[in-house]
């Protein structure tokens, strides 16, 4: 009994369930087939009579527009262009009454395809020479319509803007890369741009979005500005991207070889000043290997006309190097001074041993004075009995030992510019490395002419003329 009774409670349970469930799946789909119904007859009664010519609240109240931007990508940085590219979500909010709606859902999730059907704003970058919209596989736009008419409008944009740059301290430089937007055609009484998010988290750069070769984005700083222009005043929005140059890369590639090739030259001072051949390479090497690294340093920067702080140490290694070889000249100067007086007093001593030679075969009354002859004799057998000493080795080929002891040794030119040449390198190397690594090299932002109203800060894309630099996104 209590079995039959058991087997009986399950199946009622069993077809309670499958009620249930029948029930369920009925009111899904007719809330799918009404919740249908619902949005085609929303939309049709939003676009009837709607004018996308008019902005919201036109000739009535001022247009908000509350704007945002997620950047998906930051980079490359160009010196020699002096702009840097950046791909991003652009995305934009406003109030539209006349697209409020009711209706059993909240949000209409819509496609590219009513975005040209109602108004949007006529937002553009002032600073950007190149804009690009996305397109691949479709238009790559997100739109939303709230109940209140809030719409909700996001692009994919990729966008070269110039970035101002001063590389007086290149390269242990940064800048502040600029980026600018607002209407083309409204004015801040008419269109009003706003940060959705506040001025810390209206732009979001994820750290894996700024993975660059030779910068580090080390910050941003928003605002929201005025532009006076001779069509009107402007609401703009700016962000300021703070970027540091990254040392690395110049430090291996052109500080290490140049500080290497002034120690090289240096080494030509522990040289003999006899091996001439040996001495002149190694200086005409270093200097013809300076010129190519400095050469190879400037290929990477525009052609500025002012002194870098990489100018400024390649010049003084250069000076260092080109001295060097200046000093070989002025030891081989003096050492031919040298040599050649050494030569004209063994001349002179050749003539006065030829005299006293012949003197021996002469009367007895040229040694008539004792005394005179005496000392004559005495200095012939002197001179007689120096070393017959060559030329210089400098001055033949040969060995670079020279056989006349008297003119080997170190030269004193030398032995000063073992200990003053390095000396006075490292000396400035350490001032220069101080000086650049202590002072602060961010670049200080320029002037935009917000809310300062100055009109020589305008470039001639702000003046509302119709550049090619200057593209309205649609």
Same mark, same amino acid.
């Given at each position: 009994?209590?079995?039959?009774?058991w087997?009986?409670?399950?199946?009622?349970?069993?077809?309670?369930?499958?009620?249930?469930s029948?029930?369920?799946?009925?009111?899904v789909?007719?809330?799918?087939?009404?919740?249908?119904?619902?949005?085609?007859?929303?939309?049709d009664?939003?676009?009837?009579?709607?004018?996308n010519?008019?902005?919201p609240?036109?000739g009535?109240s001022?247009?908000e527009?509350?704007?945002d931007?997620?950047?998906?990508?930051f980079?490359p940085?160009?010196?020699?262009?002096?702009?840097?590219?950046?791909d991003?979500?652009?995305?934009?909010?406003?109030?539209?009454?006349?697209?409020?709606?009711?209706?059993?859902?909240?949000?209409?999730?819509?496609?590219?395809?009513m975005?040209d059907?109602?108004w949007? @704003?006529?937002?553009?970058f002032?600073?950007?020479?190149?804009?690009?919209?996305?397109n691949t596989?479709?238009?790559?736009?997100?739109?939303?319509?709230?109940?209140n008419?809030? #719409?909700?409008y996001?692009?994919?944009?990729?966008?070269s803007?110039?970035?101002?740059?001063?590389?007086?301290?290149?390269p242990?430089?940064g800048?502040?890369? @600029?980026?600018?937007?607002?209407?083309y055609?409204y004015?801040?009484?008419?269109?009003?741009?706003?940060?959705r998010k506040?001025?810390?988290?209206?732009v979001?750069v994820?750290?894996?979005?700024?993975?660059?070769?030779?910068?580090?984005?080390?910050?941003?700083?928003?605002?929201?500005?005025?532009l006076k222009?001779s069509?009107g005043?402007?609401s703009?929005?700016?962000?300021?991207?703070?970027?540091?140059?990254k040392?690395g890369?110049?430090?291996i590639?052109?500080?290490i070889?140049?500080i290497?090739?002034?120690?090289l030259?240096?080494?030509?001072?522990w040289?003999?000043? !006899?091996s001439?051949?040996?001495?002149?390479?190694?200086?005409?090497?270093?200097?013809?290997?300076?010129t190519t690294l400095?050469?190879?340093?400037?290929?990477?920067?525009?052609?500025?006309?002012?002194?870098?702080?990489m100018d400024?140490?390649?010049a003084?290694?250069?000076a260092?190097v080109?001295?060097?070889?200046?000093?070989?000249?002025?030891v081989?100067?003096?050492?031919?001074?040298?040599?050649?007086r050494?030569?004209?007093?063994?001349?002179?001593?050749?003539?006065?041993?030829?005299?006293?030679?012949?003197?021996?075969?002469e009367?007895?009354?040229t040694?008539?004075? @004792?005394s005179v002859?005496g000392?004559?004799r005495k200095?012939?057998?002197s001179?007689?009995?120096?070393?017959?000493?060559?030329?210089?080795?400098?001055?033949q080929?040969?060995?670079? #030992?020279?056989?006349? !002891?008297?003119?080997?040794?170190p030269? @004193?030119?030398d032995q000063?510019?073992?200990?003053?040449?390095?000396?006075?390198?490292a000396?400035?190397?350490?001032?220069?490395?101080?000086?650049?690594?202590?002072k602060?090299?961010i !670049?200080?932002?320029?002037?935009?002419c917000?809310?300062?109203?100055?009109?020589?800060?305008?470039?001639?894309?702000?003046?509302?003329?119709?550049?090619?630099?200057?593209?309205?996104?649609?």
């Open positions: 009994m209590d079995l039959y009774c087997r009986r409670s399950v199946e009622n349970m069993g077809r309670i369930l499958a009620l249930l029948l029930m369920c799946l009925g009111d789909l007719g809330n799918v087939k009404i919740s249908s119904e619902n949005i085609t007859r929303i939309l009664r939003l676009l009837e009579g709607y004018d010519r008019l902005r609240g036109s009535v001022v247009t527009v509350k704007t931007i997620f950047v998906t990508s980079g940085v160009s010196d020699v262009e002096m702009d840097f590219t950046m991003m979500f652009f995305r934009q909010m406003w109030v539209d009454e006349r697209l409020a709606f009711e209706g059993p859902i909240e949000i209409l999730r819509l496609n590219n395809r975005v059907k109602i949007t @704003p006529d937002t553009f002032r600073n950007a020479r190149k804009s690009l919209a996305h596989t479709s238009p790559n736009k997100m739109f939303r319509i709230m109940q008419g809030t #719409v909700f996001t692009m994919r944009l990729t966008v803007a110039e970035c101002p740059m001063k590389l007086m301290d290149f242990m430089d800048h502040i890369c @600029p980026l600018r937007f607002g209407s055609a004015t801040n009484r008419e269109i009003v741009y706003t940060w506040g001025l810390v988290e209206s979001d994820p750290p894996e979005s700024s993975n660059l070769l030779q910068y580090d984005l080390i910050g941003k700083t928003l605002s929201s500005e005025t222009i069509t005043h402007y703009v929005q700016l962000v300021h991207f703070i970027l540091q140059r040392l890369y110049h430090l590639q052109t500080y070889p140049l290497m090739v002034v120690v030259s240096q080494v030509a001072f040289i003999n000043k !006899e001439v051949p040996a001495r002149t390479v190694a200086g005409v090497t270093t200097v013809l290997t300076m400095s050469i190879s340093a400037r290929s990477s920067l525009p052609k500025v006309a002012y002194a870098t702080a400024w140490f390649i003084v290694c250069f260092f080109s001295s060097a070889l200046v000093e070989f000249a002025a081989n100067y003096f050492a031919t001074l040298e040599a050649n050494m030569r004209r007093r063994l001349s002179r001593g050749s003539v006065l041993e030829s005299i006293a030679e012949g003197s021996d075969d009367d007895e009354s040694v008539s004075d @004792p002859g000392r004559v200095r012939m057998s001179i007689s009995e120096a070393p017959k000493a060559r030329l210089p080795i400098f001055l080929q040969g060995s670079a #030992v020279p056989p006349n !002891e008297t003119l080997a040794g030269s @004193p030119i000063y510019a073992r200990i003053l040449f390095p000396l006075a390198f000396v400035f190397n350490i001032i220069y490395w101080y000086i650049y690594l202590s602060d090299t !670049e200080k932002a320029r002037c935009v917000a809310c300062m109203y100055v009109p020589s800060c305008l470039s001639q894309s702000e003046l509302g003329d119709d550049s090619g630099s200057s593209m309205r996104l649609k």
